[in-house]
């Protein structure tokens, strides 16, 4: 058998309905909205932005009822609606607003904007424009901001959207170099072996029979296609996933991009391979959908991506990418909570995203050293996957915090309320009692390279990240949510901790420090080598930047229970299913 190969052409699917207009005497409706503009911050002004840089907008619908609401009270697993969760149809009818989709997606093919397409909720309608078209549209003008090694453009001010019901405009402020770090599967230096599949199974308690009946999206950039040879032969090779087969695989392509180094690197499909091995290794009976999207783009925050994974009626996403850092709040520099994000909660559709691989920096920017936490991982709407090492200790199966100098799972403290449902076993350092903020991540897998997969034909390991936590973390929910009745199923972060305080045997808690004696999540660059015959003074070390120093001085340091590298821990699927039946 071979992989499906499908198809879905998006944004003309509407056809004549698209040129309906309203009746000429009506004046047309407009909205405004103005640009959060946190990441400006520590920039100044620098002239006006180039006409020709190309923006990728995102245009939220408000939803007819609170959705807000409802997805923060879904969220609470003490919540009394906490499971009365929506099907795709009942949200559209509840929340959708197709009309003015439509109208909206009319006025940007007038304003000769490309690539345009519509969420089958009716709420997300976005597209491709430059920064001229984008001033004509929306009569605002865009300015070019600068500290002198950042830049960003912003429009000047509020933008006047002419169209009514208008929630958010999504990627009007943007990084002129966008840098997806967590997209961007390295090689990872810590030292242990690479895991075929099944052996890989055997160390993470993985249960048999795992993913029947479910459905893993993974959202991966259009730039960076697997080879459909190289799933083939991680499924033909030693060891295979019992039970996983090439037709549980498919592609669905939302966008069109040569190979390329948009999400940071070229790898020519090295992510695409690694998110469908880990799931096909952790949930080997689930079917697995690589979503090709335009993600890594300036000032993209995966929400049409995100729009796009939901309208494939998902039972899990999983997001492999850090769009960027958060140094105050959410809202200051990505602004309201995104629609996808809401809909997955109330769909009952768990949504996994990565810490991050930049340490206790959350996510790297040239020029700041200070700790920070990634988005969307602080989001409370969504699951943060934190990295572990999985390998051998004197021959048994052990786990400790992924550090391995360059590369660290990302994790902290945010600025964000913590939510009700964050609090796990025991009165430790982060209790409620003296932390009164998000903390992340939330759970962690393996994300040293331990599993073997094939990439051009190659068997090779020691490549991961965050990224390929998330993936391994979404499979597990799919694999237990398999096997457990809809009203026990794991649907959010707050699922999580409710199965941490009441079956805490229910994960594994990587307690203890990987094979270099790292416990926490701060880098400690390699120092660059100097010329041969140096005789000049050292240059100066990169300065250590430790994350949680209010709890913790030496900063964010694995422990006994919840901590801020690994989070609650790594999940045993077997004592899940156990403790859920």
């Given at each position: 058998m071979t992989l499906q190969r499908s198809l879905l052409l998006v944004g003309c699917a509407y056809g004549a309905l698209l040129l309906c207009a309203a009746p000429g005497d009506a004046a047309p409706a407009t909205s405004r909205f103005s640009a959060p503009t946190g990441s400006l911050a520590g920039m100044h002004p620098d002239g006006a932005a180039n006409p020709k840089t190309l923006l990728h907008i995102a245009i939220e619908l408000q939803p007819k009822a609170d959705l807000d609401a409802l997805a923060a009270a879904m969220s609470d697993p003490a919540s009394p609606g906490h499971r009365m969760t929506l099907t795709r149809d009942a949200f559209v009818e509840r929340f959708g607003r197709a009309p003015d989709a439509r109208a909206l997606n009319t006025l940007l093919k007038a304003n000769s904007v490309s690539d345009i397409a519509t969420a089958g909720d009716g709420l997300v309608v976005g597209g491709i424009l430059t920064v001229e078209q984008a001033e004509h549209l929306f009569h605002a003008t865009w300015s070019k901001w600068t500290d002198g090694t950042r830049t960003a453009l912003a429009p000047a001010g509020p933008l006047t959207v002419p169209?009514?019901?208008?929630?958010?405009?999504?990627?009007?402020?943007?990084?002129?170099?966008?840098?997806?770090?967590?997209?961007?599967?390295?090689?990872?230096?810590?030292?242990?072996?690479?895991?075929?599949?099944?052996?890989?199974?055997?160390?993470?308690?993985?249960?048999?029979?795992?993913?029947?009946?479910?459905?893993?999206?993974?959202?991966?950039?259009?730039s960076d296609r697997f080879d459909t040879n190289d799933v083939r032969k991680f499924l033909t090779a030693e060891g295979p996933p019992p039970g996983a087969t090439e037709r549980s695989v498919s592609e669905r392509s939302f966008a069109f991009k040569s190979p390329s180094s948009d999400c940071g690197r070229d790898d020519r499909g090295q992510e695409g391979a690694l998110d469908v091995d880990a799931s096909?290794?952790?949930?080997?009976?689930?079917?697995?959908?690589?979503?090709?999207?335009?993600?890594?783009?300036?000032?993209?925050?995966?929400?049409?991506?995100?729009?796009?994974?939901?309208?494939?009626?998902?039972?899990?996403?999983?997001?492999?990418?850090?769009?960027?850092?958060?140094?105050?709040?959410?809202?200051?520099?990505?602004?309201?909570?995104?629609?996808?994000?809401?809909?997955?909660?109330?769909?009952?559709?768990?949504?996994?995203?990565?810490?991050?691989?930049?340490?206790?920096?959350?996510?790297?920017?040239?020029?700041?050293e200070r700790p920070r936490v990634a988005w969307p991982c602080v989001s409370p709407y969504v699951i943060c996957a934190g990295g572990t090492q999985l390998g051998d200790r004197d021959g048994v199966a052990d786990e400790g915090p992924w550090n391995d100098d360059d590369h660290a799972t990302g994790g902290g403290?945010?600025?964000?309320?913590?939510?009700?449902?964050?609090?796990?076993?025991?009165?430790?350092?982060?209790?409620?009692?003296?932390?009164?903020?998000?903390?992340?991540?939330?759970?962690?897998?393996?994300?040293?390279?331990?599993?073997?997969?094939?990439?051009?034909?190659?068997?090779?390991?020691?490549?991961?990240?965050?990224?390929?936590?998330?993936?391994?973390?979404?499979?597990?929910?799919?694999?237990?949510?398999?096997?457990?009745?809809?009203g026990r199923r794991l649907l959010t972060a707050g699922d999580l901790y409710a199965l941490a305080r009441t079956a805490p045997a229910a994960f594994r808690d990587v307690s203890r420090e990987n094979d270099r004696g790292w416990k926490d999540n701060t880098l400690r660059p390699r120092r660059k080598a100097l010329p041969k015959n140096f005789r000049g003074i050292l240059p100066t070390p990169a300065p250590l930047v430790r994350g949680c120093t209010d709890q913790q001085p030496d900063g964010c340091t694995v422990t006994t229970g919840y901590d801020a590298v690994t989070g609650i821990g790594s999940i045993k699927e077997k004592s899940a299913v156990e403790a859920l039946r």
């Open positions: 169209a009514p019901n208008v929630r958010d405009v999504r990627g009007v402020v943007v990084a002129t170099t966008p840098r997806l770090n967590d997209t961007r599967p390295s090689f990872t230096y810590f030292r242990g072996d690479w895991y075929e599949p099944a052996r890989f199974r055997s160390m993470t308690d993985a249960v048999d029979g795992g993913g029947s009946g479910q459905r893993i999206v993974v959202v991966e950039d259009a096909l290794t952790m949930a080997p009976l689930a079917e697995t959908i690589a979503a090709y999207d335009d993600v890594c783009s300036a000032g993209n925050d995966g929400t049409l991506a995100l729009a796009r994974a939901l309208d494939l009626d998902p039972t899990v996403i999983v997001f492999p990418f850090t769009v960027g850092p958060v140094d105050g709040s959410i809202a200051s520099r990505y602004g309201q909570t995104t629609i996808p994000q809401l809909e997955a909660i109330v769909r009952g559709i768990p949504l996994v995203v990565p810490a991050g691989d930049d340490g206790a920096y959350g996510y790297r920017e040239a020029g700041i403290i945010s600025r964000e309320p913590r939510p009700a449902w964050q609090n796990a076993p025991g009165d430790f350092i982060f209790s409620t009692a003296y932390v009164k903020n998000r903390i992340v991540p939330d759970v962690a897998g393996d994300a040293a390279g331990h599993l073997r997969v094939y990439w051009h034909g190659y068997g090779l390991g020691g490549v991961g990240g965050t990224s390929e936590s998330a993936s391994l973390v979404g499979a597990e929910l799919a694999a237990i949510n398999s096997l457990v009745a809809p």
